[in-house]
């Protein structure tokens, strides 16, 4: 069916349905005469989308219900009464404040949240500002769960050796750059990227082949005098040498893997990832 007709039957805006063949929900057949051809498969998948978009989902959320077949959706419900429940403890401690309640009550209710809250807020919170947003973000997805007992000590030193670090210097415009780009790029769309982060490690050599002409685009840009001479460039480069300086992949790796288990398997897979990519990058060359 054509674009008129998918949007007469699922509601959808014509941008809406770009935005979604975008983000590889959908894969319509394209046509010699430029139109897109929409299969059942996309009509029945769009249906989707739009239901679960009507309720609160993210693009994320959303391509994992799809890609498991639904298996996935106890477990978000799970996370969102957690973070429902996580919300309503601090509207009760907002209620104290506004009352007048006793410091200690107030902070006897905050010792509970803090319990609950994810190990990446529990970072961000003691490291606000452009050293944590660039420090945390690329384990965002597997610090999503409480601190458990077992990894007490190990998140302990981590904050330790974090806290005694030297500064991390960045000129103010390479600051403002930073805070541009993470107001740019919202929650969502890190998700999305981190998450397709994890689907490529699970089967690397298979994503390899279906991205191969994607992943030469890549090397070819970061090769290129546009990345090259780009602030982001500039950044990255100081930022991997401060983590060598600082010994920060033999300190710091080692503890995340230990109050991380879902990092601990990632890692994991990523060595042998790690392994195929430089594979590729020699046939490549």
Known sequence: MLRN?????????????????????????KLENGYRDYSEEDFEILSK???????????SEIKS?????????????RNRE?????????????????????????N??????????????????????????????????FLNEPLDKEGEYAYAKYIEYLDNLSSFELSVEEQDFIEKISSDFDIENMKT?????????????????????IVEQY????????????????IQDKL????????YYEFAIPLIREFSKSYNEYYEKLLVANEEYLKFNKKTE
């Open 240 to 247: 991997k040498d401060y983590m060598i300086e600082n010994k």
């Open 5 to 29: 007709e998918i949007q007469s039957k699922t509601g959808l805006t014509r941008k809406a349905i770009e935005y979604y063949e975008k983000k590889g929900l959908i894969n319509p057949r």
């Open 49 to 59: 989308v739009n239901l679960f978009r009507k309720i609160g989902f993210n693009i």
């Open 65 to 77: 219900i799809i890609r498991s077949d639904g298996f996935v959706l106890p477990s978000i419900l």
């Open 108 to 141: 006897e209710k905050v010792a509970l949240i803090e319990r609950e809250e994810s190990i990446y807020d529990r970072l961000l919170r003691a490291f606000p500002g452009y050293f944590g947003q660039m420090i945390f973000y690329a384990y965002q997805p």
């Open 193 to 213: 990227v981190n998450n397709s982060k994890i689907e490529a490690i699970d089967d690397f050599k298979k994503w390899l082949n279906e991205n191969t002409e």
């Open 219 to 234: 090397n070819l840009y970061k090769k290129s005098d546009t990345y090259q001479n780009s602030p982001l460039k500039g």
């Open 82 to 106: 957690h973070q429902s429940e996580i919300d309503k403890r601090k509207n009760e401690v907002i209620k104290l404040i506004i009352e007048g309640a006793s410091e200690k009550i107030i």
